[in-house]
């Protein structure tokens, strides 16, 4: 994408959201309410997505293509966390241009180990005007292209800002309501706060899952295979960044490490890299280049785990966390209350002497 495309982009970007807003405004006309004010925010962004994803997954030209490399990163950060990255890099040539032009495209894991390098594959594309390029295999849909995980976690930052909203959001008098002189309209009685309370209950209980999903779902089945593994990598942690954009650390109440592991699946002729988070003081883990046991599920090998390797890292350092906090608010608090204290005994012993002169 060159500077002008890029400022097309961006220009167009603005006037889309400017559009939304008078397309809202206009179909609200200044009524209120949570059915205008929220919801249909959200529906108009909802369909407007779902128009670009048709037109992108029914338009643009399909051209043979060739895969020259596959690329499987995982970068593990010092907040305990890693994240994985796989893709593709295919040549092809775009009609009516004389060249070829190579792309990388990110894929899922099952269309990952499908494809080899020098395979041929059908891509699509769109290059409206030669301003930018915009391809994928021909397979893939445009909302398999979407970080989901990246995209919930976003879900639930936005959601929680809506429901402070409209925990706190003051409800309009109606227009017909009749007000005394001197005196301020009476709010009309809402129920958006009982609401917004059941939406924080189920709000806080998708957090819950999302935190302790690795504590609720099973490491392992019987049905999963048992081979073995080289230990590619191992990073411990005794503690972790507050974000990616801090250096200052939280210390964990049970240090884990971040294991990689590459083997190669049965029926599969590549190796895969596993991940897998274990308890660094609890479990047994050999050094980089060593082979350990592991266990994998036949239909998603990146899924592999540990044979016999304790994770209680998961529910101790969120409960450890949430205990400091507490503890540092039970703090505040006492501490709060004994300045008080010494207040008012200060200042009533000063009275007293005042009043005795």
């Known amino acids: 994408m060159n500077i002008f495309a890029s400022l097309l982009v961006f220009f167009g970007g603005l006037l889309l959201i400017y559009l939304l807003t008078a397309v ?52 593990v950060y010092d907040t305990g966390t890693y994240m994985r990255f796989l893709n593709i890099d295919v040549q092809f040539q775009p009609l009516n241009t004389g060249y070829p032009t190579t792309i990388r495209m990110p894929v899922d894991a099952a269309l990952f180990d499908q494809l080899h390098n020098g395979q041929a594959v059908q891509v699509r594309y769109i290059n409206p005007a030669g301003l930018f390029l915009f391809s994928r295999l021909k397979q893939q849909t445009t ?81 999963w295979q048992t081979t073995t593994a080289q230990l590619k990598a191992i990073r411990r942690y005794i503690e972790v960044t507050e974000s990616r954009r801090t250096s200052r650390t939280i210390p964990l109440v049970q240090p884990f490490a971040i294991v990689q592991f590459t083997f190669t699946p049965q029926g599969l002729s590549d190796s895969v890299t596993g991940v897998d988070v274990v308890d660094s003081a609890t479990s047994t883990l050999p050094e980089q280049g060593s082979h350990l046991t592991i266990k994998y599920p036949a239909d998603n090998p990146r899924a592999a785990v540990i044979g016999d390797a304790a994770r209680t890292h998961y529910w101790k350092n969120p409960l450890g966390a949430l205990g400091l906090a507490l503890a540092s608010v039970l703090a505040l608090g006492l501490i709060w209350l004994l300045v008080r204290l010494i207040w008012r005994i200060f200042t009533r012993g000063l009275v007293a002497i005042v009043a005795r002169r």
């Open 143 to 223: 909302f398999s292209l979407i970080p989901w995980n990246v995209m919930w976690l976003i879900f639930l930052i936005v959601s929680f800002v809506g429901l402070v909203y409209l925990w706190f959001r003051k409800p309009r008098p109606r227009a017909d309501t009749v007000v005394e002189p001197g005196s301020e309209p009476a709010a009309p009685p809402s129920l958006r706060r009982p609401i917004a309370f059941v939406l924080f209950i189920v709000w806080l209980g998708a957090v819950l899952f999302t935190v302790f999903q690795p504590v609720l779902m099973p490491v392992s089945s019987d049905s």
């Open 24 to 75: 809202i405004k206009f179909l609200t006309r200044g009524r209120g309410g949570m059915a205008t004010g929220f919801f249909l925010p959200v529906l108009l962004v909802v369909l407007l997505g779902l128009g670009v994803s048709f037109y992108l997954d029914n338009n643009g030209d399909v051209v043979p293509g060739t895969v020259v490399a596959k690329n499987e990163e995982i970068n």
